[in-house]
């Protein structure tokens, strides 16, 4: 059974940083894509960023660019999110899904691509 458990949300001031982490289980962890998708009630998912299964390869959505850093270590089977400079627009409910890849290369942020989501961890940003 497969699991992605997020850690790391909460609130905080507009230009503070956060850390989230996803623990995977059930699953050969760097035989996955992974992403981190973020949703706002009422609003649509919104792919935030993504990462090759052995991380040399990355993609991130223009609004995050210069201020978000994903990374995994598959030694862990953890995946990461580094937000620095954050702002209130980036308020949302921010998920981590994982898609089975037969080789390494690029990567897709976009949701409909992701077989298996963790539940979410809720990030606030105060203005």
């Known amino acids: 059974q497969v699991q992605l458990v997020e850690s790391g949300g909460g609130l905080v001031q507009a230009g503070g940083s956060l850390r989230l982490s996803c623990t995977a289980s059930g699953l050969t962890f760097s035989a996955y894509n992974m992403a981190w998708i973020r949703q706002v009630p009422g609003k649509g998912r919104e792919g935030v960023s993504c990462?090759?299964?052995?991380?040399?390869?990355?993609y991130y959505v223009d609004s995050v660019k210069g201020r978000f850093t994903i990374s995994r270590d598959n030694a862990k089977n953890t995946l990461y999110l580094q937000m620095n400079s954050l702002k209130p627009e980036d308020t949302a409910m921010y998920s981590c899904a994982a898609v089975l890849v037969s080789t390494d290369g690029y990567c897709s942020a976009s949701s409909d691509r992701y077989t298996y989501w963790g539940q979410g961890t809720q990030v606030t940003v105060t203005s």
């Open positions: 990462i090759g299964r052995i991380g040399r390869y990355t």
